[in-house]
Structures are given as structure tokens and as C-alpha cells.
T-cell receptor, first 115, second 112 residues
Framework: EAGVAQSPRYKIIEKRQSVAFWCNPI?????LYWYQQILGQGPKLLIQ????????DSQLPKDRFSAERLKGVDSTLKIQPAKLEDSAVYLC?????????????FGPGTRLTVT | AQSVTQLGSHVSVSEGALVLLRCNYS??????LFWYVQYPNQGLQLLLK??????LVKGINGFEAEFKKSETSFHLTKPSAHMSDAAEYFC??????????FGTGTRLTIIP
């Protein structure tokens, strides 16, 4: 089966510019996650969707970050305006629940550099 | 508070030697536990997971981990390191709500 797709893979912008990332989860996975991974740290959850509804966005900096999953399939994460500290890898993951637990499958990530 | 701790941000082992990466968790309820591997410029790949069945879990690439409730640990091991094992390894914990909390990661270097 196809994995989680993300684009672009790399993005360089100047501070105060806007940027958008796209994610297409594995077919049939109802839950989609966006993580921020700063260099030298583990991924930190930004937002979790269940179908097209938000389950948890408590760690999303809502003054500059937004995310949507309008049709319950692919998703877009936007940053506007970007700050230097937003430089990180943005990972998208999707999951489904199976007997004995669940697994999250990760995309390759988008590496954002803010200058 | 529920958390996960990885001891050692960098570990170096010789090729053919034992790999041991440490992970401890803090939780009032039995968690689900995971180990992920991240190669340079790639996403995270699941190595193995513990979901309250067998305490010794075997994963891909010859890795295994043992859940020890008394020690609140889930250390990752591999009997013989290979050059291709060089990567970043993350321990992650799920406390029953489909959310993963990740450790800070351990960078594994293999010495030829």
C-alpha cells in the first residue's frame, strides 16, 4: 500500500512570509496528525484530526498556525507569518485502530528553514 | 505526570557489538510502548511495539525490546550491530488515547 505522502520535502522562506504543507494519509486511515520536530528533539504533536474534525489542537500556536482536513482525507498545515523558531521538520502521520492497539505511520516530512 | 525518558542522547558501539538503547516511562496506567527509527532526511519507521501481550517484543531488522513493569522500562536491544543501524531512535508512549509522546531520541553511531 502507498505510504503517507507529504510535499514539499524542503522549503526555505524568510521570516514573516507564509508557507503551506500538504499531507495525504494512507487510504482508509481516519486519524491524521501533524508533528513539529525541532533539530535534536523528538516530534511534538501539533494537531490531531479524526476524519475532518479536530480532536486535539492544544499545542498548535493558533496565532500563526492553522490546519484543515476539509474532506477527511488530505490535510494542509499553514504558517502565517513564519518566525525563525519555526525552523523544523513537519511530520504528518496517519493511523487506524486495530485489535491490540494502533500504529501511526509517518510521512517523510517537510524540512522548513526560516531565515 | 505521564512521560518518557531516553537515557543517552548519543550512543556509539562497534560493528558486531551489542546495541542497548534505554527508555523509561512514567505512568499510572499500563501504556502502549513503541520504538521508532529515523534515518537521515526520512520520516519515522516503526521498529516494534508493546501492547500488553508478550513482554518480549521482536521487531524488524533484528531489534527486540523487553517490557519490565517493575522497572518501568522498555529498552531496545540488538545482539550484533550493523553499519546500517546508524540512525536516530525514538521511544514513544501511548496512554490509551491514540496520542504518542516521544522521548528526545538517541543517535546511534556504529564504529567500523
Amino acid at each position: 500500500e502507498a505510504g503517507v505522502a507529504q510535499s514539499p520535502r524542503y522549503k526555505i522562506i524568510e521570516k514573516r512570509q507564509s508557507v503551506a504543507f500538504w499531507c495525504n494519509p494512507i487510504s482508509g486511515h481516519a486519524t491524521l496528525y501533524w508533528y513539529q520536530q525541532i533539530l535534536g528533539q523528538g516530534p511534538k504533536l501539533l494537531i490531531q484530526f479524526q476524519n475532518n474534525g479536530v480532536v486535539d489542537d492544544s499545542q498548535l500556536p493558533k496565532d500563526r498556525f492553522s490546519a484543515e482536513r476539509l474532506k477527511g482525507v488530505d490535510s494542509t498545515l499553514k504558517i502565517q507569518p513564519a518566525k525563525l523558531e519555526d525552523s523544523a521538520v513537519y511530520l504528518c502521520a496517519s493511523s487506524f485502530v486495530r485489535q491490540g492497539g494502533y500504529e501511526q505511520y509517518f510521512g517523510p516530512g517537510t524540512r522548513l528553514t526560516v531565515t | 505526570a505521564q512521560s518518557v525518558t531516553q537515557l543517552g542522547s548519543h550512543v556509539s558501539v562497534s560493528e558486531g557489538a551489542l546495541v542497548l538503547l534505554r527508555c523509561n516511562y512514567s505512568s499510572s496506567v499500563p501504556p502502549y510502548l513503541f520504538w521508532y527509527v529515523q534515518y537521515p532526511n526520512q520520516g519515522l519507521q516503526l521498529l516494534l511495539k508493546y501492547t500488553s501481550a508478550a513482554t518480549l517484543v521482536k521487531g524488524i531488522n533484528g531489534f527486540e525490546a523487553e517490557f519490565k513493569k517493575s522497572e518501568t522500562s522498555f529498552h531496545l536491544t540488538k545482539p550484533s550491530a550493523h553499519m546500517s543501524d546508524a540512525a536516530e531512535y525514538f521511544c514513544a508512549v501511548n496512554f490509551g488515547n491514540e496520542k504518542l509522546t516521544f522521548g528526545t531520541g538517541t543517535r546511534l553511531t556504529i564504529i567500523p
